[in-house]
Nanobody
């Protein structure tokens, strides 16, 4: 089993920045994938970004490309989401996700059904 704990959400003005963290514990999976998804009120959960833990290859949804950056620590147990130039439409609950194996590539990284483990979510609110 893998446990994921997110932190770093909060309230920020448009144009501001936030940094989210997701710490993984339990079973190690240095060759897996970790990602971030978000869900706004009344909307379906959507893909934000993901990183392959072994290679560091990253994937981004077009809506956040150039503004958000995903990274991992050297131990490959924590991933970070640096969010810059935040917009009100970025307001959502952000969820960390992980899968320990499986196919790679944008298609699989962006599908929430690919992931085995999820965090509890952290609220990000961007005011206009």
């Amino acid at each position: 089993q893998v446990q994921l704990v997110e932190s770093g959400g909060g309230l920020v003005q448009a144009g501001g920045s936030l940094r989210l963290s997701c710490a993984a514990s339990g079973r190690t999976f240095s060759r897996g994938t970790m990602g971030w998804f978000r869900q706004a009120p009344g909307k379906e959960r959507e893909f934000v970004t993901a990183i392959l833990l072994n290679s560091g290859v990253t994937y981004y949804d077009n809506s956040v490309k150039g503004r958000f950056t995903i990274s991992r620590d050297s131990a490959k147990t924590t991933v970070f989401l640096q969010m810059n130039s935040l917009k009100p439409e970025d307001t959502a609950v952000y969820y960390c996700s992980a899968k320990t194996s499986g196919s790679v590539g944008y298609y699989y990284a962006s599908r929430d059904g690919s992931y085995d483990y999820w965090g509890q979510g952290t609220q990000v609110t961007v005011s206009s």
